[in-house]
């Protein structure tokens, strides 16, 4: 078994893969890999990027063969592990994203309000062909996907395929982590509760503990992602909200100020990307590198290799861990639909994924506003499979982020025609 763990990672040209080598170098006891294929169709930043990773794994004596390749099917051939990073449209269709919804007055950003749900247009149909195509080609294998927007395409993937898959996104790990070390707390538990990048940390127990009192009464901030412009939560915001938010409520909770503050960037946040990969891909082509720079740190990704490479050692060597992924709710949270996807902590062994059941949760504020943007994110996956026009303007509707129906069909129509390259849901064939 030990010689055959073969890893695939699709996008493999983004400039966060070093961080998943560093974590495969981290944990190469743990997780003998025999076989790593990098796979991307942007043949320029898989060259660059691929080469790093080479000497990386070289420089660690780790005994992997390393391929790169532009051809999916090869890529798949035999997996055990895929972990899928891809952007579809690439970072420039982040930028149109985030800058055309601004015209509307309406928020422009990679995963929440209407700039989030065309990111979800262009990219359900890719990863239900990644699916597809593993149902061929490593029918057994785990899909790891951390893909934005990670919950929706969850949402899509476990109900429209039957593929093995996770979504995953560091905003837990990072919450935990910085809690722990506010509060000097050394293994505690957590009861998170959210759907991807609309979440909370509702309990937090260690020894018998409970520390969220506490926490609240501190008015008490997890730390912001390097990715969005932060100004925190009152302590007034926090008591009332009865939890510590992720900072992506920042969007939710803050709606007038954040569209204020992007209208006021100079650069998007997509566009300040596109620099800093540059800059990166620079640093990468040097021929005597061989560990991760550290100005990768300034990207949104930060501990996101812990995140996933633990995940797949937990899957491989049956550890039976705690971690928080996006999985199916079948119960963990008796508000929600079992087939609903959710982001929550569960139990990860060799069969994949357990969720904890959060016993007697009385928060109706996080109940309601779950169940609000569910219904969005329905919504979604069903415009994104069947080019349903009408199940788009629903979901808008739907999110809180929008709402307004003239703003959002004209920038629904907008956005549509913006990236008509990528929505062949909306443009193939009639319906």
């Not at 942007?42 to 780790?62: F, H, Q, S, T």
């Not at 709402?403 to 990528?422: P, S, T």
Request: proline fraction near 4%.
């Amino acid at each position: 078994m030990n010689s055959t763990l073969k890893i695939a990672i699709i996008g493999a040209g983004s400039t966060y893969t070093p961080e998943l080598i560093e974590g495969m170098i981290k944990r190469k006891d743990a997780l003998p890999i025999a076989e790593l294929v990098l796979m991307d169709i942007d043949a320029r930043k898989l060259d660059i990027v691929g080469k790093l990773c080479e000497r990386m794994i070289l420089a660690a004596n780790m005994p992997c063969r390393v391929i790169l390749t532009e051809n999916l099917d090869e890529a798949l051939q035999d997996a055990s592990f895929v972990l899928s990073q891809i952007r579809v449209g690439k970072l420039p269709a982040r930028v149109l994203d985030e800058t055309i919804p601004l015209k509307y007055d309406l928020i422009g950003q990679e995963t929440c309000g209407i700039g989030g749900f065309f990111k979800a247009m262009r990219t359900i149909p890719v990863m239900l062909h990644i699916a597809d195509r593993m149902k061929a080609l490593c029918p057994d294998a785990w899909l790891i996907n951390f893909s934005n927007p990670a919950g929706i395409i969850t949402e899509a993937l476990l109900n429209h395929s039957d593929v093995k898959m996770l979504g995953l996104c560091n905003v837990p790990y990072n919450m935990f982590k910085s809690i722990r070390e506010t509060l000097h707390l050394d293994h505690p538990n957590f009861t998170y509760v959210g759907l991807n990048h609309l979440s909370w940390i509702t309990a937090i127990e260690q020894d018998g503990k409970e520390y969220v009192k506490t926490a609240l009464e501190m008015g008490l901030n997890s730390e912001a992602m390097k990715n969005i412009p932060s100004s925190g939560f009152s302590k007034e915001v926090i008591q009332m909200v009865g939890a510590i938010p992720s900072s992506y409520m920042e969007y939710y909770y803050f709606k007038e100020k954040k569209l204020k503050l992007l209208k006021e960037s100079e650069l998007t946040r997509g566009e300040k990307c596109m620099q800093i990969e540059e800059e990166l891909l620079n640093i990468y082509l040097d021929s005597e590198l061989h560990i991760k720079p550290e100005l990768l740190s300034t990207r949104g990704g930060a501990n996101y290799s812990e995140v996933a490479i633990s995940l797949v050692d937990a899957i491989y060597n049956d550890k039976q861990e705690v971690h928080v992924v996006n999985l199916l709710n079948k119960g963990a949270l008796d508000f929600m639909e079992d087939t609903d996807a959710v982001e929550v902590c569960a139990i990860i062994g060799k069969n994949g994924a357990e969720p904890i059941k959060v016993k007697d949760f009385n928060n109706q504020h996080i109940i309601d506003y779950m169940r609000m943007v569910k219904a969005y994110e329905r919504e979604t996956v069903a415009a994104a499979v069947n080019g349903s026009e009408d199940a788009a303007m629903r979901a808008l509707l739907m999110n809180p982020l929008v709402g307004d129906y003239n703003a959002a069909h004209q920038c629904f129509n907008e956005l549509k025609e913006a990236h008509k390259a990528y929505l062949p849901q909306f443009f193939n064939a009639e319906k």
